[in-house]
């Protein structure tokens, strides 16, 4: 066995690990940057208003049997 070639092709795979690992972590933290977003958007876009008490609304409910 040579030992020079497979120490060249262990370093190499260890560069190839090393970068797949930074790409995922890349890929991780823009997905959940991209889901803050969203969870901001959907807040901002439809906010929940209080009940209204004095409000008829609600308080009886139609029951046919």
């Known amino acids: 066995m040579d030992i020079a070639a497979m120490s060249t092709g262990m ?3 260890q ?3 090393e970068h ?3 790409a995922s972590n890349l ?4 997905m959940e940057m991209v889901g803050e977003q969203v969870m ?3 807040d901002s876009v439809a906010p ?3 009940p209204d008490p004095s409000s ?3 308080h009886s ?3 046919r049997v």
């Open 15 to 17: 560069t190839q690990s």
């Open 56 to 58: 008829p609304l609600g």
């Open 11 to 13: 370093s190499q795979l």
């Open 61 to 63: 409910i139609d029951i």
């Open 48 to 50: 929940v208003a209080a």
């Open 20 to 22: 797949a690992v930074k």
């Open 40 to 42: 901001q958007l959907i």
């Open 27 to 30: 890929v991780k933290d823009h």
